[in-house]
């Protein structure tokens, strides 16, 4: 019997010292696209420091921010990434959780590509090509819309290559995929005249809606998984993050949109039409219980790190200018509470 309760005070003590030692560690989720850029940091800090590398896990961007929101307890992530910007029902549900002071830091940009592989034909894309290519809903030519009849990327332009339309792309959980919509598909929306005559409810379904016919394949939060695909199928697009055109561009090849290529300078400067900011989220909450978000902070908006000749370059993160750098590092060192 001794022997029995000996053995579960062990039990629990191992239970129990795991729970803790699990709180020494800063644990980060949310955007696929940040990830690299988060993940690399983490790794500096751990090397620099005497602090816990922190565990950093791919969750996509609203499902980050769904975990995050869930209360303060330290059992809940302590920082979220987002390759979009905080939505205000989702600041509202963490405060019904419990999470009432959040600091918001911007890292810098990133341009979502369409991209195919190397061994095709590289695509020059308008965002009326792409509205036209994966739209569930189309403009009819009579004022009204219709279900999206163009199978072919010659049925959208005659210019563009005669092979059915194939785009491998984020799930809406993904904020490359809101901000997609927000940028690509509703700025190809836009060049129809009848869509200023909507209703807002109406003009956002009509502008954001992907066909779901399989024209476009959902392809999950793993961009690395996407960019596979497409060296294996030759007439197929990908959209995903610029970091990752960056870093596969042996393999893959960024279309044009609008005539823009998505390159570094084009990016910085927002004359590619599809651009976007990139941020994480902190818990202030989890600031002194949690060891090391602080100096975890301080490593992320450090000049070396997200500077323009920062390490975080050479992933592919497009860098702030110096006022915005500034204002973000500051907001970082202070833990400054979120305002929308």
Same mark, same amino acid.
């Given at each position: 019997?001794?022997?029995?309760?000996? &053995?579960?005070?062990?039990? +629990?003590?191992?239970?129990? &010292?795991?729970?803790?030692?699990?709180?020494? !560690?800063?644990?980060? #989720?949310?955007?696929?696209?940040?990830?690299?850029?988060?993940?690399?940091?983490? $790794?500096?800090?751990?090397?620099?420091?005497?602090?816990? /590398?922190? #565990?950093?896990?791919?969750?996509?961007?609203?499902?980050?921010?769904?975990?995050?929101?869930?209360?303060?307890?330290?059992?809940?992530?302590?920082?979220?990434?987002?390759?979009? !910007?905080?939505? &205000?029902?989702?600041?509202?549900?963490?405060? $019904?959780?419990?999470?009432?002071?959040?600091?918001?830091?911007?890292?810098?940009?990133?341009?979502?590509? +369409?991209? @195919?592989?190397?061994?095709?034909?590289?695509?020059?894309?308008?965002? !009326?090509?792409?509205?036209?290519?994966?739209?569930?809903?189309?403009?009819? *030519?009579? *004022?009204?819309?219709?279900?999206?009849?163009?199978?072919?990327?010659?049925?959208?332009?005659?210019?563009?290559?005669?092979?059915?339309?194939?785009?491998?792309?984020?799930?809406? /959980?993904?904020?490359?995929?809101?901000?997609?919509?927000?940028?690509?598909?509703?700025?190809?929306?836009?060049?129809?005249?009848?869509?200023?005559?909507?209703?807002?409810?109406?003009?956002?379904?009509?502008?954001?809606?992907?066909?779901?016919?399989?024209?476009?394949?959902?392809?999950?939060?793993?961009?690395?998984?996407?960019?596979?695909?497409?060296?294996?199928?030759? @007439?197929?697009?990908?959209?995903?993050?610029?970091?990752?055109?960056?870093?596969?561009?042996?393999?893959?090849?960024?279309?044009?949109?609008?005539?823009?290529?998505? $390159?570094?300078?084009?990016? &910085?400067?927002?004359?590619?039409?599809?651009?976007?900011?990139?941020?994480?989220?902190?818990?202030?909450?989890?600031?002194?219980? #949690?060891? *090391?978000?602080?100096?975890?902070?301080?490593?992320?908006?450090? $000049?070396?790190?997200?500077?323009?000749?920062?390490?975080?370059?050479?992933?592919?993160?497009?860098?702030?200018?110096?006022?915005? +750098?500034?204002?973000?590092?500051?907001?970082?060192?202070?833990?400054?509470?979120?305002? +929308?």
């Amino acid at each position: 019997m001794t022997m029995k309760l000996t &053995a579960t005070a062990a039990v +629990m003590s191992a239970l129990v &010292a795991g729970a803790a030692a699990a709180q020494e !560690r800063i644990s980060i #989720v949310g955007s696929s696209t940040v990830f690299p850029f988060s993940t690399t940091v983490a $790794e500096h800090f751990g090397k620099a420091t005497d602090f816990a /590398t922190p #565990v950093v896990e791919s969750t996509g961007s609203g499902g980050g921010l769904k975990l995050f929101c869930a209360g303060a307890g330290l059992d809940t992530p302590d920082i979220t990434n987002a390759s979009r !910007r905080i939505k &205000a029902s989702e600041v509202a549900t963490c405060a $019904e959780n419990g999470v009432t002071e959040i600091t918001e830091v911007k890292i810098g940009y990133d341009g979502i590509v +369409m991209a @195919n592989s190397r061994e095709a034909v590289p695509f020059e894309l308008t965002l !009326r090509d792409i509205f036209l290519a994966l739209a569930a809903n189309v403009p009819d *030519g009579n *004022g009204g819309t219709m279900p999206n009849p163009n199978a072919t990327w010659a049925d959208v332009n005659p210019a563009l290559p005669e092979i059915r339309i194939e785009v491998m792309g984020p799930p809406p /959980t993904s904020g490359t995929r809101d901000a997609f919509s927000e940028l690509a598909m509703e700025g190809g929306c836009d060049t129809f005249e009848m869509v200023e005559a909507m209703e807002k409810a109406d003009y956002k379904a009509f502008c954001h809606t992907i066909r779901e016919d399989g024209a476009y394949i959902e392809a999950g939060e793993n961009d690395n998984l996407i960019v596979q695909k497409l060296t294996a199928n030759p @007439n197929a697009l990908g959209i995903f993050g610029y970091s990752f055109l960056e870093q596969n561009a042996d393999l893959v090849q960024g279309s044009t949109v609008d005539g823009v290529a998505p $390159e570094f300078e084009a990016i &910085a400067s927002g004359d590619y039409p599809v651009s976007r900011s990139l941020y994480f989220y902190v818990k202030n909450a989890h600031v002194g219980q #949690v060891p *090391g978000i602080e100096e975890f902070l301080a490593e992320f908006t450090a $000049e070396d790190t997200w500077g323009e000749y920062g390490y975080l370059t050479e992933k592919g993160l497009i860098p702030m200018g110096e006022e915005e +750098m500034e204002q973000f590092a500051d907001d970082a060192a202070n833990l400054t509470p979120l305002s +929308m």
